[in-house]
C-alpha cells in the first residue's frame, strides 16, 4: 500500500491528464542506480538485449520500482492494486545516435482501443543522469488524444516538444499513448532508458491520490477541458456524467455530428466531448453516427496504421468517445446495439459499455456480453471478453462463459480472457486446473503471465502451490548465464 506521503497532488494529477506525464526522483543511499547501469553494460556487452527478461536478469531494478515515490505516483494512477506487466525493454542511444521518428507504442501486441480513460501507463527510468543533448526520450505533451501529428519525421513536425531529462533515478511515468521518440545523441556518452509498463486491475471508485478539492480546475493551455474533466471525473469515481440538457437543440446535434468527421483532429475530439455534456437527446443520433462511422473506417483501422503498426482496434471512434462521455444514459441502446446484424457495430458497443463501466444497468449489459462471448467474430469476442473484465462482475454465467474462450483460436481473446478472470478475483476450484493448463502450457507469454496473475489473485494455498510449481521451471536464477550454468 501507497504511503500517503508519497501520492500525487491534484496538480501533478492535472498535469498528467493535460500534458500525458509526471516525474518523480528515487534516492538511494547505496549507489543503486551506478550499480544497475554497470549491470546493464555486462549484460548487454555480452549476452545481448535480454528484452522482456531484463529484470530477471538485473534484479536490483525491482527496487527502483518499489520506491516509495514510484509506488505512489503509480497508486495515484492506476489505483491501489496495478500491476507491473511482463513486457519492459532496456533502450540504448549510442553516442551519435539520429533521431528516431514519433510514434505510439503498441498494447504489447493486442490491440485495444486507445481510450481517452486511461488503464495504462508506461515508465522510463534513467540509471544515469541525462541530458537534452544525450539523446533523451521525448515527447509532444498534451498530445496523447491524437492519432494523428503534423508528421512523425522530427525535423517536420511543428508540434511543441518536451525532452524527458534528468539525475540518474529520474522516473518519467507517461500516459500509454504519449507520442514519443529517442532523440539524437550529440555526447560520447551512452544513454540508457529502462522502459516499464503498468496496468489498471479495478476501475476507479474514489481518488487515489492526495486529493485536495474533488472539483475540476481548469488548466492554462489546455485545447480538451471537457475531455480532461471526464477523465477527471472518472478517475474520482463519479458514474453519472454532468449534461447540459438545455443545449441539446437535435440542429446543433446533427452539426457536431458531422463534425466527428470533419479532417482538423482538435474539432473532432471536442465535438465529441460536447456531444457526450448534451444528455439524453444525442444519445439515438449518436448510435446512428456509430453505426455510420464504424462501416467507413473498420477496414482501414484493422490495418497497419501509425499508432498500430499491427493494426487497430476497430472500435476506436470519436463517436465511441462521445457515448462514452454520455455515461450510463446510454447503455440501454447500447446493450440493443450489440445485436446489430454488423459485427463492427456489436464490437464497438461492447467496447463503449465496457469503458463506461455502468451501475443501473450492469445485469443488463452483463447478460448480453455474455451472449456475444460466443459472437462468430473474434472482434466483438475480444471486446466482450475486456469488457466483461472492467465491469468487474463475477456470477457463474459469466465463469462458464469464459471458461469455455479458454482455448479460442485467436490469440487475442484468449489474453483477454485471462485478463478479465484475473480481475475478478473469483474463488472457484474448478477454475484452478484450467488456469494452471495456460499458465504452464499456453503458447503466448502474456497468455501465461495473467493466468500467474489470475491465481495469485485467488490466494488460497492451491493457488499458491501451483505458482510455485511454475516458478521451478521459470527463469528464476539472475545469476544463471552461459559463464556460470550451476
Same mark, same amino acid.
Given at each position: 500500500? %501507497?504511503?500517503?506521503?508519497?501520492?500525487?497532488? /491534484?496538480?501533478?494529477? +492535472?498535469?498528467?491528464?493535460?500534458?500525458?506525464?509526471?516525474?518523480?526522483?528515487?534516492?538511494?543511499?547505496?549507489?543503486?542506480?551506478?550499480?544497475? *547501469?554497470?549491470?546493464?553494460?555486462?549484460?548487454?556487452?555480452?549476452? #545481448?538485449?535480454?528484452?522482456?527478461?531484463?529484470?530477471?536478469?538485473?534484479?536490483?531494478?525491482?527496487?527502483?520500482?518499489?520506491?516509495?515515490?514510484?509506488?505512489? %505516483?503509480?497508486?495515484?494512477?492506476?489505483?491501489?492494486? *496495478?500491476?507491473?506487466?511482463?513486457?519492459?525493454?532496456?533502450?540504448?542511444?549510442?553516442?551519435?545516435?539520429?533521431?528516431?521518428?514519433?510514434?505510439?507504442?503498441?498494447?504489447?501486441?493486442?490491440?485495444?482501443?486507445?481510450?481517452?480513460?486511461?488503464?495504462?501507463?508506461?515508465?522510463?527510468?534513467?540509471?544515469?543522469?541525462?541530458?537534452?543533448?544525450?539523446?533523451?526520450? %521525448?515527447?509532444?505533451?498534451?498530445?496523447?488524444?491524437?492519432?494523428?501529428?503534423?508528421?512523425?519525421?522530427?525535423?517536420?513536425?511543428?508540434?511543441?516538444?518536451?525532452?524527458?531529462? #534528468?539525475?540518474? #533515478?529520474? !522516473?518519467?511515468?507517461?500516459?500509454?499513448?504519449?507520442?514519443?521518440?529517442? $532523440?539524437?545523441?550529440?555526447?560520447?556518452?551512452?544513454? &540508457?532508458?529502462?522502459?516499464?509498463?503498468?496496468?489498471?486491475?479495478?476501475?476507479?471508485?474514489?481518488?487515489?491520490?492526495?486529493?485536495?478539492?474533488?472539483?475540476?480546475?481548469?488548466?492554462?493551455?489546455?485545447?480538451?477541458?471537457?475531455?480532461?474533466?471526464?477523465?477527471?471525473?472518472?478517475?474520482?469515481?463519479?458514474?453519472?456524467?454532468?449534461?447540459?440538457?438545455?443545449?441539446? /437543440?437535435?440542429?446543433?446535434?446533427?452539426?457536431?455530428?458531422?463534425?466527428?468527421?470533419?479532417?482538423?483532429?482538435? !474539432? +473532432?475530439?471536442?465535438?465529441? *466531448?460536447?456531444?457526450?455534456?448534451?444528455?439524453?437527446?444525442?444519445?439515438?443520433?449518436?448510435?446512428?453516427?456509430?453505426?455510420?462511422?464504424?462501416?467507413?473506417?473498420?477496414?482501414?483501422?484493422?490495418?497497419?496504421?501509425?499508432?498500430?503498426?499491427?493494426? #487497430?482496434?476497430?472500435?476506436?471512434? &470519436?463517436?465511441?468517445?462521445?457515448?462514452?462521455?454520455?455515461?450510463?444514459?446510454?447503455?440501454?441502446?447500447?446493450?440493443?446495439?450489440?445485436?446489430?446484424?454488423?459485427?463492427?457495430?456489436?464490437?464497438?458497443?461492447?467496447?463503449?459499455?465496457?469503458?463506461?463501466?455502468?451501475?443501473?444497468?450492469?445485469?443488463?449489459?452483463?447478460?448480453?456480453?455474455?451472449? +456475444?462471448?460466443? /459472437?462468430?467474430?473474434?472482434?466483438?469476442?475480444?471486446?466482450?471478453?475486456?469488457?466483461?473484465?472492467?465491469?468487474?462482475?463475477?456470477?457463474?454465467?459469466?465463469?462458464?462463459?469464459?471458461?469455455?474462450?479458454? /482455448?479460442?483460436?485467436?490469440?487475442?481473446?484468449?489474453?483477454?480472457?485471462?485478463?478479465?478472470?484475473?480481475?475478478?478475483?473469483?474463488?472457484?476450484?474448478?477454475?484452478?486446473?484450467?488456469?494452471?493448463?495456460?499458465?504452464?502450457?499456453?503458447?503466448?507469454? *502474456?497468455?501465461?503471465?495473467? %493466468?500467474?496473475?489470475?491465481?495469485?489473485?485467488?490466494?488460497?494455498?492451491?493457488?499458491?502451490?501451483?505458482?510455485?510449481?511454475?516458478?521451478? $521451471?521459470?527463469?528464476?536464477?539472475?545469476?544463471?548465464?552461459?559463464?556460470?550454468?550451476?
Amino acid at each position: 500500500m %501507497a504511503s500517503k506521503n508519497y501520492l500525487l497532488s /491534484d496538480e501533478n494529477m +492535472r498535469h498528467f491528464i493535460t500534458r500525458g506525464y509526471v516525474q518523480v526522483q528515487t534516492d538511494f543511499e547505496d549507489n543503486l542506480h551506478q550499480q544497475i *547501469y554497470d549491470q546493464i553494460e555486462h549484460v548487454l556487452e555480452t549476452e #545481448g538485449n535480454p528484452g522482456n527478461n531484463i529484470l530477471p536478469r538485473i534484479p536490483n531494478i525491482q527496487k527502483v520500482f518499489d520506491h516509495p515515490k514510484v509506488v505512489g %505516483a503509480l497508486t495515484s494512477l492506476l489505483g491501489e492494486n *496495478y500491476v507491473i506487466h511482463p513486457h519492459r525493454y532496456c533502450h540504448l542511444r549510442d553516442p551519435g545516435s539520429e533521431d528516431q521518428g514519433w510514434h505510439k507504442d503498441d498494447y504489447i501486441f493486442d490491440q485495444n482501443v486507445r481510450h481517452h480513460r486511461f488503464r495504462w501507463v508506461m515508465a522510463f527510468y534513467y540509471p544515469q543522469d541525462v541530458t537534452a543533448d544525450m539523446g533523451a526520450t %521525448a515527447t509532444l505533451p498534451g498530445r496523447q488524444y491524437y492519432n494523428t501529428i503534423s508528421s512523425t519525421s522530427p525535423g517536420e513536425t511543428t508540434e511543441d516538444e518536451t525532452k524527458l531529462c #534528468g539525475k540518474a #533515478g529520474t !522516473i518519467s511515468i507517461v500516459n500509454f499513448d504519449v507520442w514519443h521518440r529517442g $532523440s539524437t545523441n550529440n555526447t560520447d556518452k551512452k544513454r &540508457y532508458m529502462l522502459k516499464f509498463q503498468f496496468t489498471r486491475m479495478e476501475e476507479p471508485t474514489k481518488p487515489t491520490w492526495h486529493v485536495g478539492n474533488l472539483k475540476w480546475k481548469p488548466v492554462e493551455d489546455d485545447n480538451h477541458n471537457a475531455l480532461s474533466e471526464n477523465v477527471w471525473n472518472w478517475l474520482c469515481g463519479k458514474k453519472t456524467a454532468v449534461h447540459n440538457n438545455a443545449s441539446a /437543440d437535435q440542429k446543433k446535434v446533427s452539426k457536431l455530428v458531422q463534425d466527428l468527421s470533419d479532417p482538423n483532429e482538435t !474539432i +473532432r475530439i471536442n465535438s465529441a *466531448y460536447t456531444l457526450g455534456s448534451m444528455g439524453e437527446s444525442a444519445v439515438t443520433t449518436l448510435i446512428e453516427a456509430l453505426k455510420s462511422e464504424s462501416l467507413l473506417l473498420y477496414q482501414d483501422m484493422t490495418k497497419s496504421n501509425a499508432t498500430n503498426p499491427q493494426g #487497430g482496434n476497430p472500435s476506436d471512434l &470519436y463517436s465511441s468517445h462521445a457515448l462514452t462521455a454520455l455515461g450510463e444514459i446510454a447503455v440501454p441502446q447500447l446493450i440493443q446495439t450489440l445485436n446489430d446484424p454488423d459485427w463492427f457495430v456489436r464490437a464497438a458497443a461492447a467496447d463503449i459499455i465496457g469503458n463506461i463501466v455502468p451501475v443501473m444497468h450492469q445485469e443488463d449489459a452483463v447478460s448480453e456480453l455474455v451472449n +456475444r462471448l460466443q /459472437d462468430s467474430e473474434w472482434w466483438v469476442r475480444r471486446n466482450a471478453t475486456e469488457a466483461l473484465g472492467n465491469i468487474g462482475s463475477t456470477n457463474r454465467n459469466v465463469l462458464d462463459q469464459l471458461k469455455l474462450l479458454l /482455448d479460442d483460436d485467436n490469440e487475442l481473446v484468449r489474453r483477454n480472457v485471462l485478463i478479465a478472470l484475473s480481475k475478478l478475483v473469483q474463488t472457484e476450484d474448478e477454475m484452478l486446473p484450467l488456469l494452471v493448463e495456460k499458465l504452464m502450457n499456453d503458447d503466448d507469454r *502474456y497468455v501465461r503471465f495473467y %493466468a500467474a496473475t489470475a491465481l495469485k489473485r485467488i490466494n488460497n494455498k492451491k493457488a499458491e502451490d501451483a505458482l510455485f510449481y511454475a516458478l521451478l $521451471s521459470s527463469r528464476w536464477c539472475p545469476h544463471t548465464t552461459a559463464d556460470t550454468p550451476f
